[in-house]
């Protein structure tokens, strides 16, 4: 089979290896769409942001999968030979309290797929059959991909600042996760004011669905958002863009007792709680990822609210081509990067 690696910083080979066998409780994958996300990029860069099992060069990146069921380990009792499914990213303990209650993403042992085993841009892979989530019916492949993380991923931050029909969410970053926050509030039914400073990604921002959008090199976010929701601020904002300027303008552009979600990755950050919180009683969610106990909601309500997340799909490309698509990706020129198959 054909599967995409990263044997050195700035380098993606295609290769040809083996295909997997499915030990007991696993299956095994046949990949129909499998979607590039920042994170493989990180590998790409040569920096490590999970800890690493095995040899990271040989591990084939890819953690946004989709496919059909091909074939059973010893002991698969729940997924069925032929079944379309897409791939939750986690392998986790299954035994601590974390996991226990559910919450797979706080698990001390959560490993990645992609990073810690061999993960998805790859013809085939395996996973243990409870890592398959079922795509309802309506569900295409590109669309499961995507829901494997920028869809669950956005749902699960949505809910938490609590969006619905009466609500204004400013979403800071139209990047892939900003731009499928974009659909995904939409689908709530709230009110959407984005923020980016790539003119592109606003113009998109706008096809999406947001009401109105703002390049904070051009106009004062902070006062616009304010001027925009009755001078008082938004109800909630949701960051998908790094750094210390999109935390803060977030923090600063909601009203008292609003509600941030941070799903940008950062190292550091100068905030100022006295004002931002204590006085404002505005709340900030970390949010990452979900969990696979959410899927079938993430997954109904996208199909039954018709978020079209292929939207966000700006390439696609066969594994052979992995080597273009990996610096296309990196350009930060696109949408998602998504690997097919036919
Ligand atoms: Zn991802
Ligand atoms: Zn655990």
Redesign the pocket.
């Known amino acids: 089979m054909t599967a995409a690696k990263i044997p050195a910083k700035g380098t993606v080979k295609v290769v040809e290896e083996p295909i997997p066998q499915p030990k007991k409780g696993e299956v095994l994958i046949k990949m129909k769409a499998s ?1 590039l ?4 990029l990180h590998r790409y860069h040569g920096v490590q942001i999970f800890e690493e099992t095995e040899d990271e060069k040989n591990i084939t990146p890819g ?2 999968p989709c496919g059909i069921v091909e074939q059973l380990g010893e002991g698969v009792s729940k997924v069925k030979k032929g079944e379309r499914v897409a791939i939750y ?1 986690g392998l986790t303990c299954g035994t601590c309290p974390d996991c226990l209650r559910g919450d797979l993403v706080l698990c001390p042992e959560f490993k990645c797929i992609g990073f810690a085993v061999n993960g998805a841009h790859a013809d085939y892979m395996t996973i243990p059959e409870e890592n398959c989530l079922p795509l309802p019916e309506g569900m295409d492949f590109i669309t499961g991909a995507l829901a ?3 869809g669950g991923t956005l749902y699960t931050a949505c809910k938490r600042v609590g969006l619905n029909g009466t609500k204004t969410v400013v979403i800071i970053g139209c990047g892939p996760m900003g731009s499928g926050g974009i659909l995904i509030a939409r689908g709530f039914g709230a009110r959407v004011i984005a923020v980016d400073m790539d003119e592109e990604r606003l113009k998109l921002a706008l096809e999406l669905g947001a009401e109105h959008v703002i390049n904070p090199q051009k106009t004062d976010a902070v006062k616009k958002i304010k001027e925009l929701c009755g001078g008082r601020g938004a109800d909630a904002a949701i960051v998908t863009a790094g750094g210390n300027t999109p935390l803060n303008t977030a923090l600063n552009c909601v009203r008292p007792r609003g509600q941030v979600a941070l799903i940008a990755e950062s190292n550091n950050a100068t905030i100022d709680p006295s004002n931002q919180f204590v006085r404002t009683l505005i709340e900030l969610k970390g949010c990452w990822y979900f969990n696979r106990s959410d899927w079938e909601e993430i997954s109904r309500f996208i199909v039954d609210r018709k978020i079209c997340l292929k939207k966000i799909s700006s390439d696609t490309f066969p594994i052979s081509e992995a080597a273009k698509a990996f610096p296309l990706f990196d350009s930060g020129k696109t949408q998602k990067v998504v690997f097919l198959w036919d």
């Not at 996300?37 to 493989?40: H, I, N, Q, V």
């Open positions: 979607a996300c920042r994170s493989d953690h946004e990213l494997t993380d920028v």
